[in-house]
């Protein structure tokens, strides 16, 4: 096994814990992930994929357990701390894109460099380049409800790249775009781990078996294979 | 250093871009903030206003007002007193006076019986003569048009309705406030009106710069010495009297600020339901943010900038409105607060004075509110994990 960037040890995530309505989400959950790999997290649906993806890109905290980043305990990390971990280490891509509705497509690439200091000259030219990467250099002006699932996602894709991230991870990725639209997502990815960078994908759509060099099965919120 | 002062002025435009792309929020936010500043601050103008013209009046009047006391309260005085204050060490000159209210056309009018030549140099005539004869008054000219008076037109007044008054001329005042009620005639007149001959209300004293205080003194002195039988002198001097005046508006402001602290209350959380209109959609917002790196304390400066900049931009425009208001209608509705009997639209203009100290007041409270409104719930959902805040 390569240097792992993610490991998770036995981490549950229960909501409403302690009451009655309580749900088990995941349940002791151990994998390792590691650099430049492409990680598939697979399971139908409510099995707990969005949850686990959710946990390792630091933006929900598990109930029990510990999740390693470089093998630094992120329970200990503040939520500052979480913040620029995110801005820096990871591109998160949400399965309904969550783009800002009011700001433009390049805006809403750029908005990650706000808090960095970056000046609008130089958030504009950077947005620019990755929108061009990805072929939507005619909707750059654009607003999310002018654009299709498909672009959508190309802006949500550049988002996630603006800050040159070392992990990029995409939450059902295929469920909202057309085929087309799945060829040049998976021609992005590629391109990503040719790059050098770690990619992991939660998805139910089979289609990521081939380019993926590690999958990981849950079925009612237990990792219930490891390839 | 660059970067530090690049990231502010990044929040600082992301902030004003925000409210501009909820230009439809941000309005209805400005207009409640509006709606609820300007009362107060042309109350407070209005309070000024009249305190101001008020102790213009008091500089301008006597140094020592005397008046017998009569269980604490001011009572008429005995003419016979005048001979004994006018030969006192430091008196320039001594009158007496007649004032007392009366209802003229279902109107407070003030009546003052004062020699003519003793009219304070605030009062201009601006139709007819002085009153000279016996019957004649001067009449202010906002209450002369509301009660339809002209020059040379006689009429009565109800206490004492065989007294016939003729009007001599008409006055204008910069104490606008006297222009709206008062009626000016002899003392004679005015102590025939109230049946109250050989009396006066108040005798008015004018003396020697630096002397007022120790003639006080003993005026008050020599009236503990005189028989029993009559109630005691009161004796009032000029800083006494503005004390009083200030004391009066400052309680009458005091109260109306204590009034509008409820409303301002009221506000907070119907500012909050206001502000909290699109909440779930900035609630996503905000764990967007935080879910591509912002921190809390970006996403806090973020929306405390959007918060000032509405202060900002609220606060001027209630001040401005508050002057309108004033300017065009003559403070209507809050006016009748701090003046009697001058219903919704007052018939003169109403005086009123913005001083800095309210203003910054304005954009304090503009700020503080929206604060609460914007600070507490955008915390709230900034500090709950990103995932859960997209939700």
């Known amino acids: 096994m390569r240097d792992p960037i993610i490991r998770t040890e036995k981490v549950d995530k229960f909501y409403y814990s302690g009451r009655p309505e309580e749900v088990r989400a995941l349940s002791q959950i151990n994998l390792e992930i590691s650099k430049n790999q492409f990680a598939l997290i697979r399971g139908p649906s409510g099995s707990g994929k969005t949850t686990l993806l959710n946990l390792i890109s630091t933006v929900d905290r598990p109930t029990r357990g510990r999740i390693l980043l470089l093998e630094q305990d992120l329970s200990k990390y503040s939520d500052a701390e979480l913040s620029r971990i995110r801005q820096k280490r990871i591109g998160l891509i949400f399965q309904n894109f969550n783009l800002l509705s009011r700001l433009p497509a390049w805006e809403n690439v750029s908005f990650p460099l706000l808090p960095l200091g970056v000046t609008e000259g130089e958030r504009r030219r950077r947005s620019l380049e990755i929108l061009v990467r990805l072929g939507l250099e005619k909707r750059v002006n654009h607003f999310p409800e002018q654009m299709s699932g498909g672009e959508q996602q190309r802006v949500a894709i550049a988002r996630a790249l603006i800050n040159d991230p070392e992990i990029i991870m995409a939450d059902e990725p295929t469920s909202n775009i057309d085929a087309e639209s799945i060829g040049t997502l998976l021609d992005t990815f590629r391109d990503l781990k040719r790059k050098g960078k770690t990619i992991i994908v939660s998805s139910h759509d089979p289609i990521f078996l081939d380019y993926c060099d590690g999958t990981f099965f849950l079925k009612d919120g237990n990792l219930v294979e490891s390839i | ?391």
């Open chain 2, 1 to 391: 250093m660059k970067d530090i002062m690049n990231r502010h002025l990044n929040l600082l435009f992301t902030a004003a871009g925000n409210l501009i792309r909820n230009r439809g929020r941000s309005l209805v936010v400005v207009l409640c903030l509006i709606a609820v500043l300007f009362p107060f601050i042309s109350a407070i103008a209005i309070s000024e206003g009249i305190k101001f013209q008020s102790l213009i009046s008091v500089e301008e009047g006597a140094d020592i007002y005397v008046t017998l006391d009569h269980y604490g309260s001011n009572a008429p005085i005995s003419l016979q007193h005048l001979e004994r204050f006018q030969k006192m060490e430091g008196v320039v000159k001594v009158f007496p006076r007649v004032i007392g209210r009366t209802y003229f056309a279902d109107r407070l009018a003030t009546i003052v019986g004062i020699p003519a030549e003793e009219i304070s140099r605030s009062i201009r005539l601006v139709q007819g003569k002085m009153f000279r004869e016996k019957g004649e008054v001067m009449i202010g000219k906002a209450l002369a048009k509301v009660v339809h008076l002209q020059t040379g037109v006689g009429f009565t007044l109800s206490p004492n309705p065989s007294k016939v008054f003729r009007v001599s001329g008409m006055f204008d005042s910069d104490m606008t406030i006297w222009s709206s009620n008062l009626i000016l005639m002899t003392f004679e007149d005015a102590s025939e009106f109230f049946q109250m001959r050989g009396m006066a209300t108040d005798i008015l004293i004018y003396t020697r710069p630096g002397h007022a205080q120790r003639l006080a003194r003993e005026i008050m002195g020599a009236s503990s010495y005189r028989d029993s039988s009559e109630p005691p002198l009161r004796v009032q001097d000029k800083s006494l009297v503005k004390r009083y005046f200030q004391r009066g508006f400052n309680y009458k402001a005091g109260v109306f600020t204590a009034l509008f602290t409820v409303a301002f209350a009221l506000a907070i959380p119907a500012l909050l339901v206001i502000s909290g209109f699109g909440q779930a959609e900035r609630k996503k917002e905000i764990g967007v943010l935080k879910a591509t790196g912002w921190q809390t304390q970006e996403v806090m400066e973020m929306v405390a900038l959007e918060n000032l900049i509405i202060g900002f931009t609220s606060a001027p425009l209630a001040i401005l409105s508050a002057m309108v208001w004033m300017k065009w209608l003559n403070g209507a509705f809050i006016a009748q607060f701090f003046i009697a009997e001058i219903g919704l639209m007052a018939s003169f203009p109403v005086p009123s004075r913005f001083l800095p100290l309210p203003s910054f007041f304005a954009f304090l409270f503009a700020i503080v509110l929206t604060m609460i409104g914007g600070l507490y719930p955008t915390w709230k959902t900034a500090t709950v994990p990103p995932a859960e805040a997209m939700r």
